[in-house]
């Protein structure tokens, strides 16, 4: 590949800083540097066609995230061969999913794969998982991940069959 990998994270705005910090801590749990930046498809769009058009020297997958209109993810597409990833953020107007509709329905030839909205984790992990195609090392540590979620459900259950559920939610602190 001649290159480790390595994921670039836009954000349209500052403020959706907070929800995507969780993708920066998911690449950093996994060892895959990133970098991030804020650029709005609005308000500098020759700087978003620019980084856009050089990620390819830099990069294997891109993730944008941006709410509202969410042009961002789209943008970037239109202006790279890498794999975009969208994650549509949530709002004060629709909740996010002016935001989820924008991003999900990218005109033929412009794909962009999409997450669910303020899937920050989920975006990285797809990241991780297009990454690991061609890293072996990634590709067991998201085995691993993969196997300790499994083992944390079948943990819960067993808990669950045994207390049965209203001392499992009084345990958990929800009474019902």
Known sequence: MGFEPKVLIVLGSDSDLPVMATACSTLEEFGVDYSLRILSAHRVPQEVAAVAGDAKNHYQVIIAAAGMAAHLPGVIAAYTTLPVIGVPLQ????????????????????????????????AALLALQILATGHEDLSKALQQYKQTMAETVLVKDSRLQTMGYKAYLAERGEQK
């Open 91 to 122: 709002s004060k107007v629709l909740d996010g999913q002016d935001a989820l509709y924008s991003i999900v329905q990218m005109p033929p030839g412009v794909p962009v794969a999409t997450v669910g909205i303020g899937a920050a984790k989920n």
